[in-house]
């Protein structure tokens, strides 16, 4: 009877993100879903510091989200489990993280700007997820808002088939409401009404809204075999037909339904709300995870250190490393955030499987340990609610796992598996730390381990040179947020260093024929390897292959030679930054009766491939960024030279509203400090924004910067 009542819940929830560029409106949208609900009974504010998933004081401060927090509210009878992810480039790993363990999404767009720069990023991540989503216009409220154009946008950049069901009813400050085309009824809020009031379509719009809600229907037929044929029988489709083929649609990837409002004058939520319950997938729509089924040996010694056995049937349910959305399979889930506070190590779970109770033991993949949940808790930004039990399709937080990572999995003990875990992209920038006084040394090395541990972006490692503690990170900002977390949190004075980027080094004309002879003689048995390798350009990543005919250097003696190559990409010769872009071929080679070894073949690989580098004309590639810069016409001339001053090349130019929108590429070592060039050059009204873009050849100068 548990688990009937247990799926019946899981047809009801809904587990979503909101997505958006900075500044889209993004975390209001969540706000005024929380006070829809009845979740909150104040509308909070970004401006006035009030917000609820912006509780950390460095978001307050700031007015951005920097860290991605999860809400759940109550909706005509469904759960809705919401992360509202950060905008800013600089903390993409974070919404990669969400992503991950997210069924759905609302993707904000703002009704001027239309598709902004890290709007595309954020749509290219739930593409690789494959997340379904719905659009929504804010905004609309503003002067130059525009839907069609908006819409225009949507569909140019980010290539999806636009499924519009409303039409805004007023424009700019006197958009009052919308109609909903599906139900051909309008929907207005009256300045200081919360709540929409339903009545006929205005006469001035009845014959755009029959037209859009024609245009509607012939875009759904085009698409969806069921609707098609309602279509041609009856030339119409009822509002039950349309709203099942905009679900599956939207549940396919092969339409995006479009909403619009005004988040920040509390209009068009509901409709939102409404969109999300009707179009988006519960976990039950979603295919059944696939792990890798690991750690046979490490299995045995968990069931062996359990307190409680488990009963046969979590095996059967394993045997092809599927997990259904059903709490009486074994438990299975993902950790996709840590995070320490003042009552202990928070690890967020997306639990896609099975059941878990307070006291559980769980196995994590990463360690093979075994480990109990203390607590489980609801979630609702920084505050919590202890639940006891978390079933499959929840999204909670667990106190009392010691080893968990952002990435890890849990499972049942005797059932293993392993999770594929959210990408991490390599860090860009880099800034040298250390404590003020010597004594604070330790405490700043834990600190630092503790931000790498709850955040995977972010690597800490010490210079081998100069024996500095680095701390690289996904931008200028990104490092800013974390030492001032140490600073805050800790009360430690640090020191920080300028930052640097991260360089490159690739082949722009290779060499051939390179011979190295790996010989060493000290008595007993000796080392003995002969390796001769091609090195050509490749446009990007490594490639190793053989050519080796007659059997001149065994197969395992080989992939010895390709374990040396890769250790030597580690530094290249130009600066000792890290290769990439280049193919190795082994063509010949020798090996002797006793003294050739997998150990031999490996250092003779990276030695070898050294010293092939040495002789190739290599390339120095920097990290370039598209910056999006916003201005007033009056002081675009100056922000032009500006950018060609920093080696940018403008790559676009409009104006929209008064304001210019210039985009260029520039490297990413020159826009150190431009936020505040930018604002003394525009009195403080020019804004800019970049996404990384990958790298590009720098100037050889680079290849000898400290």
């Known amino acids: 009877m548990r688990n009937n009542l247990d799926r019946r819940h899981l047809c009801a929830v809904r587990n979503l993100g909101i997505l958006a560029h900075v500044d889209a409106g ?93 709007s595309e990023s954020v749509w290219r991540q739930a593409d690789r997820h494959g997340v379904p989503r719905i659009a929504f216009i804010n905004k609309m409220d503003r002067a130059g808002a525009d839907l069609d154009t908006a819409v225009a946008s949507l569909r140019a950049r980010l290539h999806p088939v636009p499924l519009v069901v409303h039409l805004p009813i007023g424009t700019e400050d006197t958009f009052t409401g919308v109609v909903d085309l599906l139900r051909l009824r309008s929907l207005t809020w009256g300045d200081g009404n919360d709540t929409a009031v339903e009545g006929d379509v205005p006469e001035a719009l009845r014959e755009e809204a ?24 009856r030339e119409t489709l009822s509002a039950a037909t349309l709203t099942a083929a905009l679900r599956d649609l939207t549940r396919t990837g092969d339409g995006v339904v479009v909403l619009c409002g005004s988040a920040y004058r509390n209009r068009g939520i509901e409709p939102l709300l409404d969109a999300v319950v009707d179009y988006l997938p519960s976990p039950l729509d979603v295919p059944a995870v696939c ?80 480990e109990r949940i203390g607590r489980i808790l609801r979630v609702q930004a ?18 009392g796992l010691k080893s968990a990572r952002p ?19 390599d860090p860009v920038v880099s800034v040298a730390v ?39 990170g996904m931008g200028e900002l990104h490092l800013e947020v974390a030492v001032e977390k140490i600073r805050r ?63 001149r250097v065994p197969q395992e003696y080989v992939r010895a030679v390709e374990a040396g190559c890769r250790d030597a990409l580690a530094e290249g010769p130009l600066g000792g930054h890290p290769v990439t872009g280049l193919r ?15 150990t031999a073949f490996r250092t003779a690989g990276r030695f070898g491939l050294r010293q092939a580098l040495r002789a190739c004309a290599m390339v120095l590639l920097e990290p370039v960024v598209e910056v999006t810069v916003t201005v007033p016409e009056d002081v675009v001339g100056g922000v032009l030279g500006d950018l060609a001053a920093r080696r940018g090349r403008v790559t676009d130019s409009v104006v929209r509203g008064g304001s210019a929108v210039v985009t260029a590429t520039v490297p990413l070592a020159e826009l150190f400090g431009y936020a505040t060039r930018l604002r003394s050059r525009t009195q403080g009204r020019g804004t800019f924004t970049a996404r990384p873009t990958g790298y590009a050849p720098a100037p050889a100068a680079a290849a000898m910067t400290p």
């Open 26 to 118: 993004k975390t209001t949208v969540t706000e005024r879903i929380l006070y829809a609900t009845g979740s909150t009974h104040k509308r909070g504010e970004v401006h006035d510091g009030t917000t609820v998933t912006d509780f950390d004081p460095q978001e307050r401060d700031r007015g951005i989200t920097i860290f991605a927090a999860a809400v759940s509210c109550d909706w005509n009878g469904h759960r809705v489990n919401l992360i509202d992810t950060p905008g800013h480039v600089d903390f993409a790993d974070e919404v990669e993280r969400a992503l991950r363990v997210l069924d759905g999404a609302v993707a904000v767009f703002d009704a001027v700007a239309g598709v902004e720069p890290q």
């Open 434 to 472: 250390e404590a003020c006084r010597s004594t604070d040394t330790d405490r700043l090395a834990s600190a630092l381990a503790r931000l790498a541990e709850e955040d995977p972006s972010l690597v800490v490692r010490t210079d081998p040179e100069t024996g500095q503690t680095v701390l690289s």
């Open 489 to 551: 949190t800790l009360g430690l004075d640090v020191n920080v260093g300028r930052p640097r980027v991260t360089y490159r080094e690739t082949v722009g004309e290779g060499v051939s024929g390179t011979v190295y002879r790996h010989v060493k003689q000290d008595g007993g048995a000796g080392q003995f390897a002969h390796v001769v390798l091609d090195v050509e350009a490749l446009e990007e990543g490594f490639e190793f292959r053989s050519a080796v005919v007659g059997g």
């Open 584 to 598: 190795v071929t082994l063509t010949d080679g020798a090996t002797h009766v006793k003294d050739s070894s997998d």
């Open 210 to 233: 029959l037209r859009r809600r024609r245009l509607l229907e012939e875009t759904v037929a085009e698409r969806h075999p069921a609707a098609l044929e309602e279509f041609c029988d």
């Open 407 to 425: 990435g890890s999995t849990l499972c049942a003990p005797a059932a293993p598996l392993v999770l594929e875990p959210p990408g991490v992209a």
């Open 382 to 399: 920084d505050r919590h609610a202890q639940v006891d039990r978390a079933v499959a399709g929840d999204i909670v937080a667990v106190v």
């Open 291 to 370: 792990g890798i089924r690991d750690g046979a040996d490490r299995r045995k010694g968990a069931v062996d250190r359990m307190q409680d056995g488990q009963d046969g049937q979590d095996g059967a349910h394993a045997v092809d490393g599927r997990r259904p959305a059903d709490p009486a399979a074994p438990f299975a889930a993902l950790a996709f955030k840590v995070s320490a506070t003042p009552t202990g190590r928070l690890t967020y779970l997306r639990v896609y499987s099975g059941t878990v109770e307070k006291g559980d033991s769980v196995w994590e993949s990463g360690t093979g340990r075994v």
